[in-house]
């Protein structure tokens, strides 16, 4: 009987393993991987975009590509600026899939006692398989990297680890640094290296940063992008951002007074509560922009979220992650071309409303 149990689990393994070599070579990863002859849109614009800066460009006048984020993201690329574009594909490439694989890894190792190997391949295939995932992959974001650090974050018990793992975060997306407000009250020690980590990363940056940059983005930018409504000429579905979905609702003109009460509300709760797994949706949910690609850094809390559910036996909690999961998973391409209304609008804010139900089962278990 052992015998015939252990071939099983050899099948099951062998099973994975090639789903996974199907999975990554149906989106032409492998050839991103050992070639980088795949471009990659925002990678590509972001290597060329600092390689102006260095030669003392200013990153908001360049005239094919301005981020919509603080000039910080900038330091996470420059390594790959001294690399060859290909080389600098396959690199971020692999970085991005070590993410994905050692995210999954780790949460297998905390949330189950036997069959690591199994659980590893499954959880990575069912993030992989994820749009928000393969897209972000094409794009190459290093959104799976932020993924494996707020793994790190959400099950170390090491407070300079921790504080680590935020900072690092913060650097490449600064908006995901208002999860340091879960920490101020209950986790003071990680809070202050959160804050020493982000402030070397910070004062290191200036090296290639000039100040001015930040002025600049501030005083143009930051303003308009996070508190000035907008009203869609069509469903702009890769949006995800509350400007968006309330713009696709025909709500635009309570942008202004919704963003700002919740981000205030938002930063009380966080601080008073100390909500870590709360904190991630409900600094995504309050980025001024947030592409499809960005949820892909909600998959440590679907996981711990199920965990505690499964553990519980909570089968409202159950179904309600069911949905969300599968709003989260999916994509419907044909909202591109959608028509405006209120459906339409519902619809192509999935990305959104899954993001809302995740922070709500995360509230629910604080």
Known sequence: MARVNLNLKQILILVLFLLHLFLLLRVRLLKALFFGS???????????????????????????????????????????????????????TGLNLFGAYFSSYLLAKKFVKKEKLIMTLILSLMLLSSFTARFNLLMGQPNLIITLSLTIFLLTKKSYLQGLSLALVAVIKTYLGFIAGSLVRFKRKSFLWFVIFFSFLFCSALLIIKPNFYTDYFQESFLNIAFKPTSLKNLDYYNQSLKS??????????????????????????????NQLAAIPLSLLLSP???????????????????DLWMKKDLKGLILWSIAFFFWWIERPWLHSGQMNFLNGLLASHYFLSSLIFLFLALKKK
């Not at 922009?289 to 965990?307: E, R, S």
Request: proline share 7%; aromatic share 24%; hydrophobic share 50%.
């Open 245 to 274: 979905t309330l713009s696709r609702l025909g709500m635009e003109q309570t942008y202004f007074y919704f963003y700002s009460v919740s981000l205030i509300l938002g930063g009380i709760y966080l601080v008073f509560s100390g």
């Open 38 to 92: 795949i471009k990659f849109l925002d990678f590509d614009n972001y290597y060329w975009s600092l390689k102006d800066i260095l030669a003392g460009q200013h990153p908001y006048q360049l005239p094919y590509m301005q981020t919509l984020g603080p000039p910080l993201v900038y330091v996470f690329f420059l390594p790959f600026v001294w690399l060859p574009l290909n080389l600098a594909r396959s690199l971020i």
């Open 289 to 307: 922009v947030c592409w499809q690609h960005y949820f892909v850094i909600l998959f440590p809390v679907i996981i711990k979220l199920f965990y």
